[in-house]
């Protein structure tokens, strides 16, 4: 795995981990053997031209969600890659997200900005998307 991942986040089933390859600005999907945790190469999911890909989960239609560090924005992926959703947020470093109870809750940050940029820093909510999941245990074996 890269040194500048972000993620994991995996699909309901467990046998897909999607992963961040923030620098090359990259989601890479892995197949997982849940019986044994093994990773199958990577292949490339999405790629971001404007911004980086950082925290990420997927909601509960295995739909990933995706902050978009520089990109000024949370991006939405259906399961075959294509962009479905942009989400755009008013602060240029969006860093993680979570879902709750139809809800978008983005982190965003201030680190590495130049000027004092309103809103960043700040935790943005979205209503009306689709709900997320309870994390699941990880077993192995």
Do not use: K
């Amino acid at each position: 795995m890269p040194d500048h991942s972000n993620g994991p986040a995996f699909t309901a089933d467990g046998t897909t981990m999607y992963l961040a390859d923030s620098a090359e600005g990259r989601i890479d999907r892995h197949a997982v053997d849940p019986r044994t945790g093994e990773l199958g190469e990577p292949s490339v999911f999405a790629t971001i031209p404007d911004g980086s890909p950082d925290g990420m989960t997927v909601d509960e239609e295995d739909h990933l969600w995706v902050a978009v560090w520089g990109g000024s924005a949370v991006h939405r992926y259906a399961p075959d890659g294509r962009l479905d959703r942009v989400v755009p947020l008013p602060t240029p470093q969006p860093a993680s997200v979570c879902l709750a109870g139809g809800r978008l809750l983005v982190t965003t940050a201030a680190y590495g900005l130049d000027r004092v940029t309103p809103g960043a820093g700040a935790v943005y909510a979205v209503d009306g998307v689709a709900p997320g999941r309870p994390a699941n245990a990880f077993t192995l074996g």
